[in-house]
């Protein structure tokens, strides 16, 4: 497996470094840790050019050092321009299986803001991303937001290949998207037969089901037991995933980057983006 870690001077990037050196990794697994300096014209002298660089330079190695600390392999490299812009073009040069982001910053030299770099990493990337936030290192407990599609079969894939710490826990969740107004979609406005709309909420139910056990026949494979969890929709997906989230002191959230079905629900941009950018845990959105 392939990481790139980005990271900046703030505690948020140390988190992100305390939590990759906390887990558990594939054999060989390969960690590449960058940082970005900001374009120079930004500075106003040579020396503060200079200075930036070798303190970015020194930030990487170290990241590397702490790593390989662990036993990983890892390199550091600094380079200069857009974060957002060099992140994405590193990771296509690099094809990694993952960008590990943090998910706020307060550096001068970088700007990893949620909602910059962050999302922009997330909507853009091609490979799977991890927004981490700051917290207890390690994972627990694992949330897996689930529609059926096949986007949502790799993430429970993602999860069941990968090592996890001894014990943790992981929640398979979907949610019922049938309502009145996903209903007369299907019907005629503005009348809504309610003879035609209870097989729809059947459907919708089923579905839910259905994706809810294809996920757990994949994590049972690595998880000795998987908690199913079905959710009636009463607010938008995201607010029903983060509020799952929430109550089951989810670490981390999994999913994937969109779904298939006609209400497109967990498109990326949509559930998947909002989810990431709003969770008060670890988001990963996987490709």
């Not at 001068?108 to 990337?125: D, I, P, W, Y």
């Not at 989810?250 to 990326?268: C, P, T």
Request: aromatic share 4%.
């Amino acid at each position: 497996m392939k990481v790139l870690v980005a990271v900046d001077h703030s505690a948020a990037s140390q988190a992100v470094l305390k939590e990759v050196a906390a887990r558990p990794w594939p054999p060989k697994t390969c960690m590449g840790v960058l940082n970005v300096v900001e374009p120079v014209h930004l500075w106003t002298t040579s020396q503060t050019v200079e200075e930036a660089a070798h303190q970015s330079t020194a930030l990487v190695q170290a990241a590397a050092q702490e790593l390989g600390a662990k036993g990983l392999e890892a390199s550091g490299i600094s380079l200069a321009g857009d974060p957002k812009r060099v992140i994405l073009d590193r990771a296509q040069q690099t094809n990694p299986d993952f960008i590990f982001v943090g998910s706020q910053a307060a550096s001068a030299v970088t700007r990893f803001l949620l909602g910059n770099v962050g999302s922009s990493v997330v909507r853009h990337a091609t490979c799977s991303v991890e927004i981490v936030r700051a917290g207890k290192s390690g994972i627990r407990k694992i949330l897996l937001a689930t529609d059926g599609s096949e986007f949502s079969e790799r993430a429970a894939r993602s999860i069941a290949e990968r090592p996890w710490p001894a014990g943790t826990e992981i929640v398979a969740l979907s949610v019922v998207e049938l309502t009145l107004n996903t209903a007369q979609a299907w019907l005629e406005p503005p009348y809504v037969d309610s003879t035609q709309l209870e097989p729809l909420r059947e459907q919708a139910m089923k579905r839910a089901q259905n994706a809810v056990g294809a996920a757990a026949e994949i994590l049972s494979k690595a998880f000795p037991k998987v908690q199913e969890s079905i959710s009636v929709l009463l607010d938008g997906p995201k607010n029903v995933i983060l509020d799952e989230a929430g109550k089951i002191g989810a670490d981390l959230v999994v999913v994937g980057s969109h779904g298939h079905r006609g209400i497109e629900r967990f498109m990326l941009g949509s559930v998947s983006e909002g989810v990431a950018l709003h969770a008060h845990c670890s988001v990963e959105v996987i490709r």
